[in-house]
């Protein structure tokens, strides 16, 4: 048949078409996680993806380092977050490219010999990877929530990690000075058990109890400093300055608030922990991937158009299509079901340990809180009004010095007890936030108590002055402590 108007119609159809499917593609999905950590971080980090590699220290401003900030400083400069969101830069680029149609393939044949040279065209399209595309994008679309949730559970983890190492930090700091006045009351213990031994009042087993029990306290405080040391270290990679100064004052939770119901903690982890999302992400994708094993074999499919001109033009359409003999398909089948069937199960085991995650959090919450008001509102008192009994009497000539050191020394026992609680009640809540799904969406579970303290501004003359201040920062109430 002639190269005439018929056969430019067909062509110009074909084209058309291609065109056509091109237009009807759907428009590429957004799913940036920034906005979302930094709504679930409760102290919106100034978050962005860098394109070159951070610097190794970066500066952190002030010796007040307040958790919030400290919060913010290790969102923003973490590298395995910004590794996460390059991940998740690379998931987007993989979506754009699914809904991008294969490009036709046109082949064009010359021959010589005897008479007039021979022509061949050919134009073909894959077709069934056309018919393939709503699949192939939704599967990229899901890979893409997928490694955008992946990011967000890299966020809480840097938070939970520094909000961990900040309380351990921050009760090391504040243990030093209360171990370093049981060391002195110690010591005066040992002083006068040494006076009494002189003046026969007293054996040499007083004066080793009081020696041991002094030896016992510097242990420990050497012990505590050595630590002190490690969590500041800690403290300072997670903020991005590995190699500043550390000499931080840091703020504390001064109240303990009530927690909602642990079923009301499960319900909202189920629905926002990252962690169950991206397993869920997960396998909505690989089943996408087995509905688009079952078309595997066929993949290969072209549907065109061939021309060829001898003396004269010859045009027609052409297909092609691969002979399932070897291969047909089934073993692709199967790998893809089994992949979305592992996915599966993952999901589930993913829900019981957010659970499981929750339920621990919430009961160690609770049981140290429990804890800590006991020593608030019994021990602390407690000790106080015998220290000052104790000191009464020995002024009215009834007790020695001892009794008195005595009574110090558990008063400051109790007191590092007070600050061993505050950490661990700390440690609990960060861990409970992040089962649940990060800061700002457990601050609505958490209930804060209210009472005179909460309107008093802190500051450096009145380190124990708490402060009200919004549920979506952490902690909700802070008070500054001085060393």
Same mark, same amino acid.
């Given at each position: 048949?002639?190269?005439?108007?018929?056969?430019?119609?067909?062509?110009?159809?074909?084209?058309?078409?291609?065109?056509?499917?091109?237009?009807?593609?759907?428009?590429?999905?957004?799913?940036?996680?920034?906005?979302?950590?930094?709504?679930?971080?409760?102290?919106?980090?100034?978050?962005?993806?860098?394109?070159?590699?951070?610097?190794?220290?970066?500066?952190?401003?002030?010796?007040?380092?307040?958790?919030?900030? &400290?919060? %913010?400083? !290790?969102?923003?400069?973490?590298?395995?977050? #910004?590794? /996460?969101? +390059?991940?998740? @830069?690379?998931? $987007? *680029?993989?979506?754009?490219?699914?809904?991008?149609?294969?490009?036709?393939?046109?082949?064009?044949?010359?021959?010589?010999?005897?008479?007039?040279?021979?022509?061949?065209?050919?134009?073909?399209?894959?077709?069934?990877?056309?018919?393939?595309?709503?699949?192939?994008?939704?599967?990229?679309?899901?890979?893409?929530?997928?490694?955008?949730?992946? &990011?967000? %559970?890299? !966020?809480?983890?840097?938070?939970?990690?520094? #909000?961990? /190492?900040? +309380?351990?930090? @921050?009760?090391? $700091? *504040?243990?030093?000075?209360?171990?370093?006045?049981?060391?002195?009351?110690?010591?005066?213990?040992?002083?006068?058990?040494?006076?009494?031994?002189?003046?026969?009042?007293?054996?040499?087993?007083?004066?080793?109890?009081?020696?041991?029990?002094?030896?016992?306290?510097?242990?420990?405080?050497?012990?505590?400093?050595?630590?002190?040391?490690?969590?500041?270290?800690?403290? !300072?990679?997670?903020?991005?300055?590995?190699?500043?100064?550390?000499?931080?004052?840091?703020?504390?939770?001064?109240?303990?608030?009530?927690?909602?119901?642990?079923?009301?903690?499960?319900?909202?982890?189920?629905?926002?922990?990252?962690?169950?999302?991206?397993?869920?992400?997960?396998?909505?994708?690989?089943?996408?991937?087995?509905?688009?094993?079952?078309?595997?074999?066929?993949?290969?499919?072209?549907?065109?158009?061939?021309?060829?001109?001898?003396?004269?033009?010859?045009?027609?359409?052409?297909?092609?299509?691969?002979?399932?003999?070897?291969?047909?398909?089934?073993?692709?089948?199967?790998?893809?079901?089994?992949?979305?069937?592992?996915?599966?199960?993952?999901?589930?085991?993913?829900?019981?340990?957010?659970?499981?995650?929750?339920?621990?959090?919430?009961?160690?919450?609770?049981?140290?809180?429990?804890?800590?008001?006991?020593?608030?509102?019994?021990?602390?008192?407690?000790?106080?009004?015998?220290?000052?009994?104790?000191?009464?009497?020995?002024?009215?000539?009834?007790?020695?010095?001892?009794?008195?050191?005595?009574?110090?020394?558990?008063?400051?026992?109790?007191?590092?007890?007070?600050?061993?609680?505050?950490?661990?009640?700390?440690?609990?809540?960060?861990?409970?936030?992040?089962?649940?799904?990060?800061?700002?969406?457990?601050?609505?579970?958490?209930?804060?108590?209210?009472?005179?303290?909460?309107?008093?501004?802190?500051?450096?003359?009145?380190?124990?002055?708490?402060?009200?201040?919004?549920?979506?920062?952490?902690?909700?109430?802070?008070?500054?402590?001085?060393?």
């Amino acid at each position: 048949m002639p190269l005439d108007t018929a056969y430019r119609g067909r062509l110009a159809v074909a084209l058309t078409l291609s065109v056509l499917l091109q237009g009807c593609q759907t428009s590429p999905l957004r799913s940036d996680p920034v906005p979302d950590i930094q709504v679930r971080s409760g102290v919106d980090p100034q978050l962005r993806l860098h394109n070159c590699e951070l610097p190794i220290d970066q500066a952190v401003d002030g010796e007040y380092l307040p958790l919030e900030r &400290a919060v %913010a400083l !290790a969102v923003e400069r973490a590298p395995d977050l #910004q590794a /996460a969101l +390059a991940r998740t @830069r690379l998931a $987007a *680029a993989e979506a754009d490219q699914s809904r991008k149609l294969p490009n036709p393939v046109l082949d064009f044949i010359l021959r010589w010999g005897p008479g007039k040279p021979q022509f061949e065209i050919s134009f073909a399209h894959a077709f069934v990877q056309v018919l393939q595309m709503p699949r192939r994008t939704s599967a990229a679309d899901n890979r893409l929530r997928e490694t955008a949730a992946g &990011a967000i %559970a890299t !966020a809480l983890d840097v938070i939970e990690e520094t #909000q961990t /190492a900040y +309380a351990e930090a @921050r009760a090391d $700091a *504040a243990s030093i000075p209360v171990l370093e006045a049981r060391l002195a009351v110690a010591r005066k213990l040992e002083d006068l058990a040494r006076s009494r031994v002189e003046a026969g009042e007293a054996t040499s087993t007083d004066v080793s109890i009081a020696r041991s029990q002094v030896s016992a306290i510097t242990v420990e405080l050497e012990s505590v400093k050595r630590q002190a040391e490690h969590h500041r270290l800690h403290l !300072a990679r997670l903020v991005g300055a590995p190699s500043s100064p550390t000499r931080w004052r840091f703020s504390t939770p001064p109240t303990i608030p009530e927690t909602a119901a642990e079923s009301q903690w499960i319900s909202v982890a189920l629905s926002h922990q990252p962690n169950i999302l991206e397993a869920r992400w997960r396998l909505a994708s690989l089943e996408d991937v087995a509905a688009l094993a079952a078309w595997s074999v066929w993949e290969q499919s072209t549907l065109g158009a061939d021309a060829q001109r001898d003396d004269a033009w010859f045009v027609g359409p052409s297909f092609s299509v691969p002979i399932p003999i070897f291969d047909d398909g089934s073993a692709a089948r199967v790998g893809a079901t089994a992949a979305a069937l592992e996915a599966r199960h993952k999901l589930t085991a993913a829900a019981r340990t957010a659970i499981q995650d929750v339920r621990d959090a919430w009961n160690s919450y609770a049981s140290v809180g429990r804890g800590l008001r006991t020593v608030r509102d019994d021990l602390l008192p407690t000790q106080r009004q015998r220290r000052l009994l104790v000191e009464e009497s020995y002024r009215a000539g009834q007790l020695d010095i001892t009794a008195v050191d005595l009574a110090e020394q558990d008063l400051r026992a109790a007191e590092l007890q007070e600050l061993q609680s505050e950490r661990d009640l700390w440690i609990a809540r960060a861990k409970l936030e992040r089962a649940a799904g990060g800061p700002s969406i457990a601050a609505g579970l958490m209930k804060l108590r209210t009472g005179p303290a909460a309107a008093t501004t802190p500051g450096r003359d009145n380190p124990s002055a708490a402060t009200a201040m919004s549920p979506a920062q952490l902690p909700p109430n802070m008070k500054e402590i001085t060393r």
